[in-house]
């Protein structure tokens, strides 16, 4: 199976708001199961990330799963649209940490 077919990347440009935003100052919560389909991502995402994020209870989520940063970008996402966030702005990105993807989503 080819790999290259199956990828999918996406790029965030947050203009001059990334030069004054502190991610040392992020409550980060971080979790590092990975899951093997993306329905099995979104369920546990609901039933956890989700809360904590659009709770209040953490400004910042990380994962090594990119299932679970796209099931929860897609759900904050849909909580912003529908009105009831508590947040305005939602932010991705990924760092490399010890040669590993590490994927990082936070609301301001």
């Known amino acids: 199976m080819d790999e290259e077919k199956n990828t999918h990347q996406e ?7 990334k030069r004054t935003l502190s991610l040392q100052n992020i409550r980060w919560f971080e979790e590092m199961l990975t899951f093997d389909t993306l329905r099995e991502a ?3 995402v609901m039933s956890d ?4 994020l659009g709770g209040g209870e953490y400004d910042g989520y990380r994962t090594s799963d990119p299932k679970l ?3 929860l970008v897609y759900n904050l996402t849909r909580l912003k649209t529908l009105g ?3 947040f305005n702005t939602i932010y ?3 760092e ?3 040669g590993h993807i590490v994927f990082r989503i936070w609301v301001k």
Do not use: P, T
Request: charged share 40%; aromatic share 24%.
């Open 92 to 94: 991705a990105d990924e």
């Open 69 to 71: 940063a796209f099931a």
């Open 84 to 86: 009831g966030a508590s």
């Open 49 to 52: 990330a989700y809360n904590r």
């Open 11 to 17: 790029f965030f440009w947050l203009k001059d708001e």
């Open 96 to 98: 490399v940490r010890d």
């Open 42 to 44: 979104e369920e546990w």
